[in-house]
């Protein structure tokens, strides 16, 4: 079905089967549909599973396109809404190309995609590479020595948690099947605000290291966890999830672009725990309850921690080339590392 004939269907019935729909901008069921083309393509090519359907009341949201708002200061103009007060300016210049409205534990936020063109990198100074080991007790540790001790959200809040589930769990409306009374509404809305709480801290402290990180160095080099190897581990699941190692990577990523600092992600196989940073050493067994260790070849004693990211460094360093005072990686990022491996 061709993107015009699935706009003339939902028309033609959307006032009987869902008159809400008038509520909303005529532009926001255009962005979806053209979202499930995308989404049917990546199911046809086999990147992504098929689509599912979008349930109202979760993650709800809606997208419109530049010709239908406007942003002036701290304020934008959304179809149907009118003018709306946001919390703050966009901060960044650029043509806007379109905008996604969503509601989270009944907050209401936008997000707004700008174009920009080739933003200026950020001169970093004498400031050169740093490697970054993510970690379960701390958030991260830094070549340097520096230790980033993460909030721990879930062990301070879990308890609260527990709590609002077990008070949800007994209000009418919460057996399959119940009509939903108005003391369960309340109650869900309190654990969704619980879990968007827990969400933002965890967020907080990540959005500051990457943008830290990407500000500071030219040169980052950072593992490639195998996150779901790891999980299969109980006792770390949790702290793991916390820490949301894929987040981190992902904001790394899109912030080096804007600073223009160069992200090495080392092969999953690296093995920057085992191997001594001063000499090379291999150990053939580190366990995770070591802290502290002595390379039996040079005699260095190591922080395990530290040790993996000076590594995690020297790995990026050696992956990237200074040429003009800008710095590029040699290989393609997701690959720099692999060569180690054949000579480690
Ligand atoms: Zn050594």
Redesign the pocket.
């Known amino acids: 079905m061709s993107e015009a004939e699935l706009r003339r269907r939902l028309n033609a019935v959307k006032h009987e089967q869902f008159p809400w729909m008038a509520e909303v901008t005529k532009c926001a069921p255009q962005l979806a549909i053209m979202d499930l083309g995308v989404a049917f393509k990546n199911f046809f090519t086999g990147t992504a599973k098929y689509p599912k359907f979008k349930k109202k009341g979760q993650h709800d949201s809606f997208s419109i396109s530049n010709d239908q708002f406007s942003v002036k200061d701290q304020q934008i103009r959304i179809p149907v809404l009118g003018w709306v007060r946001m919390k703050e300016t966009l901060r960044f210049d650029g043509k806007i190309m379109g905008a996604t409205v969503s509601r989270s534990a009944g907050k209401w936020f936008v997000s707004i995609q700008v174009e920009m063109i080739n933003p200026e990198p950020i001169h970093h100074g004498e400031n050169q590479a740093v490697g970054v080991d993510l970690g379960v007790r701390n958030l991260a540790t830094l070549s340097d020595g520096t230790i980033v001790t993460g909030p721990k959200p879930h062990k301070a809040l879990l308890y609260r948690l527990c709590r609002l589930n077990k008070t949800l769990s007994r209000k009418k409306g919460a057996k399959k099947g119940e009509t939903k009374s108005k003391n369960f509404t309340k109650a869900k809305r309190k654990l969704a605000t619980l879990h968007a709480r827990i969400a933002n801290i965890r967020n907080d402290a990540l959005h500051k290291l990457t943008t830290d990180l990407t500000r500071t160095y030219p040169v980052i080099g950072i593992e490639d966890l195998n996150v779901s190897g790891m999980v299969r581990n109980h006792k770390l699941a949790r702290s793991i999830l916390d820490m949301s190692f894929f987040e981190f990577r992902r904001q790394l990523e899109y912030k080096a672009k804007i600073t223009g600092s160069v992200i090495v992600a080392a092969n999953t196989f690296y093995p920057s725990s085992k191997t001594?940073s001063?000499?090379g050493?291999k150990m053939s067994d580190m366990p995770l309850s070591v802290r502290v260790w002595t390379?039996p070849?040079?005699g260095?004693e190591h922080d395990r921690d530290v040790n993996a990211a000076t590594n995690l460094k020297n790995m990026a360093v050696s992956s990237t080339v200074t040429v003009c005072g800008e710095t590029r990686a040699t290989r393609p990022l997701h690959e720099a590392g692999t060569q180690h491996q054949s000579y480690l």
């Open positions: 001594c001063t000499c050493y390379c070849e040079c260095t």
